[in-house]
């Protein structure tokens, strides 16, 4: 059973950084893409950045575009999200997720297969 561990989270001012983390375990994390994704409150949860499983991509919600940087470490089964000026906006709860087969980019809930309980952000203005 594959289970994803989120790390990282918690409270920073406006400007400041974070960096999250999730530990894969019980599958071959290199077989799959990684996504993580927010959910704010009263939102739905969207799309925040991808790696594909070679580590050969990624993508990024326009929002976060140059503030965000997804990273993976196959031996350490471990995918990072560091988060650098950071905004009141970004609050929310990050979730990391994994896709196989992972061989491209993943932007839609549905497409993963399996997900992380989730990890707090909460940026101060």
């Known amino acids: 059973q594959v289970q994803l561990v989120e790390s990282g989270g918690g409270l920073v001012q406006a400007g400041g950084s974070l960096r999250l983390s999730c530990a894969v375990s019980?599958?071959?994390?290199?077989?799959?893409?990684m996504g993580w994704f927010r959910q704010a409150p009263g939102k739905e949860r969207e799309f925040v950045t991808a790696i594909t499983r070679s580590g050969g991509s990624t993508s990024y919600a326009d929002s976060v575009k140059g503030r965000f940087t997804i990273s993976r470490d196959n031996a350490k089964n471990t995918v990072y999200l560091q988060m650098n000026s950071l905004k009141p906006e970004d609050t929310a709860v990050y979730y990391c997720a994994a896709d196989r087969p992972g061989h491209r980019i993943v932007a839609r809930t549905y497409e993963y297969d399996y997900w992380g309980q989730g990890t707090q952000v909460t940026v101060s203005s």
């Open positions: 019980g599958g071959t994390f290199s077989f799959y893409g």
